[in-house]
């Protein structure tokens, strides 16, 4: 077996594309987990070198868009026994495992989970949840269906983006330590920008104010709309 991706795309997935020989060999390669950093995997395998049939690795994604050579996390985690699937919690270091005792004609004897620490570095980065809710500045009821797009360029780019759900709620999970931008927009209602520093190890709370587009025959009169980040280039004219 090998280990395969596919990107939701809002509300449908990508065809899959096999991860390559990077990280799949001819033997099997399987239980994936891919980190909420979206560039650290953990996954286990028969193919690649290690102390019983079956070790966990980790591989982490480049600049290139390329996943590194897999490395072994090492022993104690890797021990003559099968290593079973692993997770990995939003901290980064936190991990699970199932730890596996397989008879000699391949049966299962026993089967444990096991939580430890994973090594600084054979950590993800750590991760933060953005929670809040998009709501209407007049009513203060929540907008569903808004598009919300997180960006940060600090040292790599990364993208996210989520849809408000019915009550105007959203939850997301990103790196912290890191500046973004975000934009959103929703239909009747004024383009929303801003920049978040996500800074914490738990959850930041953040809501967003969105007011109504006011019809230029309209009699109605607004403030102005104030973008907080709406970003230029330097040096240029």
Known sequence: SDIWKSV????TWTKPINLGKNINTEWDESSPCIHADKKTLYFRSAGWPGYGSYDLYLSRLNQATEW????????PINDHKDQGAMVVAIDGHTAYFSDQNISLNNQLIESNIVQFSLPKEKSAQACIFIKGTVKDK???F????ALLYFE???GYTRKDSILS??????LLVLPTGRSYQIYVTANGYTFYSDRLLANGSSIIKYDVILSRWVAAD????EKPIVLKNVLFKT???
Do not use: R, W
Not at 8 to 11: A, E, G, L, N, S
């Open 165 to 170: 759900d019915p009550e105007g709620a959203f």
């Open 218 to 221: 309209s009699n109605q009169t």
């Open 8 to 11: 939701k795309k809002i509300d």
């Open 138 to 140: 007049k009513t203060n």
């Open 152 to 154: 940060s360029t600090d």
């Open 68 to 75: 590194g050579i897999p490395v072994n996390l090492g022993y």
């Open 142 to 145: 929540g907008v569903p269906n």
């Open 235 to 237: 040096g240029c004219s």
